[in-house]
DNA sequence: ATGTTATCCGGAGCACTGTTCCGGTTGTCA
DNA sequence: TGACAACCGGAACAGTGCTCCGGATAACAT
């Protein structure tokens, strides 16, 4: 057998700087033409206005579900923490209550972003699965100190949680109509949360 | 002015026998092919395990949505009787209950069928509009209907009806987890329908 | 029975999509 | 300065929706 000559932890070469630059700059386009044109918009697309060849985007990001992750990440993010937050400084209503108005919010920055985090549920091997997953949970802690607290429907789950503000999140980009009424069918769905003895 | 020699209304000849071979085929395969793909099946595909052309396929439906409505018709005009004849039968709150079950379980007859619905909502060119509209007007009176006897929030119009009850069956075929809780994330949002006086 | 012709058929073709693959270039390190 | 791994960019493939048109043919008139 013919062995490496070098050393055992054969340390890979540093990134290139080309390579970080287009890193940067597929990341930086790809914001705008998804601004522009949603989670589906052509790939193609931004490496043309990028300036580069499809290989370059594709060995970067070899899936679109990490180009959009790379896009969405520090939301997410951001959505985790400020759940955690929320727990401590508001009461379980209160913090159910706003964290999922910030959430729909969010979803409704990418046209077509509900479908891309759905599709990603039950697919692991998604980066935007990984991703979703802590922010998820955290969800699912406030929908369980209101649970707790007697406040929401004992059986609604984390999932059911996330299934229904997505579906809105989805509904209000199908029309500009349904768009305009978005805080209104937070506010259906969120009546339907909140627990009903039985009659 | 050149006038014609023919009788002032021109009988158009009789439509072709092959013609009707065609579009009957066409529908009948149709009809599998999106059960198995859902309402974005591949129209090539329908073509050829039918058998033909695209050109023949696209004079016979020279639109996804009217190939859809052709094959979807039925089921909404279906809707729209039970809808007249639960609004005779049964009190105001059982009969929006009972077609919005029954609704929702059409919807799920074709997986992408309520982005199809929603997506010609705003479309007036479009046939599943036509087709839609009456359906929805039916629904709205039961919602109508409801609200009078104080049974469902006045500020839900007829239009967050459909738009809900779509988003659930778009939610539901996002992933056979979600599609399992479907009665249940239906019956949560009925929850949220029903009137809640100001705390 | 034969001829005319409107109607219909089917596939080639266009522009687009996502994805893979590979020859040539180039930045980096010895 | 060289060597070479890493990187680049686009050609190529299979798929999509949709249009267009030369040729086949069914329905009608004679």
């Not at 990440?73 to 209503?93: G, I, K, M, V, Y």
Request: aromatic share 4%; net charge neutral; glycine share 6%.
């Amino acid at each position: 057998m013919t062995e490496k000559p070098a050393p055992a932890t054969q340390a890979p070469r540093a990134q290139r700087a080309d390579a970080q630059r287009n890193r940067a700059r597929i990341l930086q386009v790809a914001g705008t033409v998804v601004a522009e044109q949603g989670t589906q918009a052509s790939l193609r697309d931004i490496a043309r206005r990028a300036g580069i060849g499809m290989g370059t985007l594709y060995r970067h990001f070899p899936t679109r579900d990490e180009l959009l992750e790379a896009l969405l990440s520090q939301r997410f993010d951001r959505l985790t923490a400020t759940a955690a937050s929320l727990e401590t400084t508001h009461s379980p209503e209160d913090a159910l209550t706003e964290w999922l108005s910030d959430f729909a919010t969010g979803v409704s920055a990418y046209r077509g972003l509900a479908a891309s985090m759905m599709a990603t549920l039950e697919d692991e091997n998604s980066s935007l699965h990984a991703s979703c997953l802590a922010m998820r949970q955290a969800a699912a802690r406030l929908l369980k100190n209101a649970q707790d607290a007697g406040l929401v429907r004992p059986d609604v789950n984390g999932t059911d949680l996330f299934a229904l503000v997505n579906a809105i999140g989805w509904i209000t980009d199908q029309a500009p109509s349904i768009a305009a009424r978005r805080e209104h069918l937070i506010s259906v769905v969120m009546g339907g949360l909140k627990y009903q003895p039985s009659p």
